[in-house]
Nanobody
Framework: QVQLVESGGGLVQAGGSLRLSCAAS????????MGWYRQAAGKQRELVAV???????HYADSVKGRFTISRDNRKNTVDLQMNSLKPEDTAVYYC?????????WGQGTQVTVSS
């Protein structure tokens, strides 16, 4: 059974930085894609950044130049370095991993950016 465990959320002032980490466990096959999504109060969940097993990345326009996603395929971990945070980045951030077309989700970690 696949399990994703996130860490690193918290409260930070605007302009600050946070680093989110996610560790995936379960099974032996690699994950085709790993990434981060977020859901702000009253809004739909949206993609933040994803990274494939071979390295290509994709970012939401709203975070380009501020966030950086990275992964360690051997450890099945994916990190999100978030710099120059803005109040509009406030949301619950979810780790996502895809294996053989099945989506797996973490429990979410709260990120709050104060102005």
């Amino acid at each position: 059974q696949v399990q994703l465990v996130e860490s690193g959320g918290g409260l930070v002032q605007a302009g600050g930085s946070l680093r989110l980490s996610c560790a995936a466990s379960g099974g032996t096959a690699s994950f085709n894609r790993m990434g981060w999504y977020r859901q702000a109060a009253g809004k739909q969940r949206e993609l933040v950044a994803v990274i494939s097993s071979s390295g290509p990345t994709h970012y939401a326009d709203s975070v380009k130049g501020r966030f950086t996603i990275s992964r360690d395929n051997r450890k099945n971990t994916v990190d999100l370095q978030m710099n120059s945070l803005k109040p509009e980045d406030t949301a619950v951030y979810y780790c996502n991993a895809v294996r053989t077309w099945i989506n797996y989700w973490g429990q979410g970690t709260q990120v709050t950016v104060s102005s």
